[in-house]
């Protein structure tokens, strides 16, 4: 299976208990703010809000927080503003990476990423050279023993999933962004938890990497997860699953 969707597995478990909350805590307060700057403070005519709201709850943000990050980006209260910037570059093995960032100093983020692409065998390339390698789609989790893989088929692929993939011990359903929040919603209304769900890019092919190129490319992708001004990391690079847990 691939790599990239093992470390965004381990991700989603590592956060419940992240020591770092502060900093998600950070990373979903602009998400909160440039939705709603984007396209208005409601969520219900708003998707991206809709879904940033969805996230800020999932991690326990409080209410009020919630509120004033929105407000913020309607501009019914002053904050900061922040520019949504992706950069595009490669890392060890010929893995193609895609960054999306939220910045209110463009110059600052643009020179943290190539330092960080350098640090660790990788390159930052030009706007264009791995984007169309991504596409955008929706992506809901759920733990392999905690559903019926048959039953998930049939309400997911009625309601318009593109695919159901067993990934590791997990199922994960890919759907259209457009019919993501209908399928996430047909899929709580029928009962059924779900581990994770969000709307990310989905590499088209995966790069087979191994050893010290692996380690490094682990190293690339927490190193720019962990950086205050970068908001996602998608990568297509494929490690053998042992390796990964042992690195990751």
């Known amino acids: 299976m691939a790599g990239h969707s093992k470390w965004a597995n381990i991700k989603h478990r590592k956060a419940a208990v992240d020591a770092k909350r502060g900093k998600i805590f950070t990373k979903l307060i602009r998400e909160l ?7 208005g403070g409601d969520p219900e005519s708003n998707p991206r809000l809709r879904t940033a709201v969805a996230t800020a709850k999932g ?19 002053e904050g900061v503003v922040y520019n949504e910037i992706f950069y595009e570059g490669y890392g060890p093995g010929g893995s193609a990476v895609y960054v999306k960032t939220l910045t209110d100093n463009r110059n600052r983020t643009v020179s ?3 330092r960080i692409f350098t640090k660790h065998g990788g390159g930052l390339g030009e706007n264009g050279c791995v984007a169309w390698m991504f596409d955008l789609k ?44 209908t399928i996430k919603k047909a899929v709580s209304d029928s009962g059924i938890q779900y581990e994770s769900a969000e709307v990310t890019m989905i590499p088209q092919t995966n790069v087979r990497i191994e050893g010290r190129d692996a380690e490094h490319m682990i190293r690339l992708m927490e190193a720019l997860e ?23």
């Open 112 to 114: 943290e990423i190539r």
């Open 59 to 77: 991690a326990n943000m409080p209410n009020d927080t919630i509120e004033r990050a929105v407000k913020r980006g309607t501009g019914d209260i």
């Open 138 to 181: 929706g992506r809901i989790a759920f733990a392999g023993d905690s559903v019926d893989e048959d039953t998930l088929f049939d309400l997911v692929i009625d309601a318009g999933a593109d695919d159901v993939r067993t990934e590791d011990s997990d199922i994960v359903v890919i759907t259209p962004t457009d019919n993501y929040e």
């Open 33 to 39: 703010t440039v939705a709603a700057k984007e396209g």
């Open 226 to 248: 962990d950086s205050d001004d970068v908001q996602n990391v998608y990568a297509n690079f494929d490690i053998d699953e042992q390796l990964l847990e042992a690195i990751g």
